[in-house]
């Protein structure tokens, strides 16, 4: 937030089904997401985003924020915890 609105943007696959969110309204928000209704293999490719930002994150010799009674620790109170917010659309004929 010190740099807003410099360092922040999204950054996406390919495809744009993985994206990760850096510097909105949280530090980095993860999003996954895909036409048809194979829940699994975008929760597989969440998995695998959230891991290597945490990977990336040691590697660097740091670590994400994360507190043994509250979760993961961002900015906004409704994210502590897993922070894991799921959603679904559905068309309706």
Not at 2 to 21: K, V
């Amino acid at each position: 937030a010190r740099s807003w609105p410099n360092n922040r943007g999204i950054f996406h696959n390919e495809a744009q089904t993985a994206l990760a969110w850096v510097n909105e309204e949280d530090h980095c928000r993860i999003i996954s997401m895909e036409l048809g209704g194979n829940i699994p293999s975008v929760f597989q490719r969440f998995c695998d985003l959230s891991n290597a930002i945490k990977d990336s994150a040691e590697k660097n010799g740091t670590k994400l924020m994360w507190n043994e009674t509250l979760g993961f620790m961002g900015t906004c109170p409704s994210n502590l915890g897993t922070g894991l917010r799921a959603s679904v659309m559905v068309v309706l004929p």
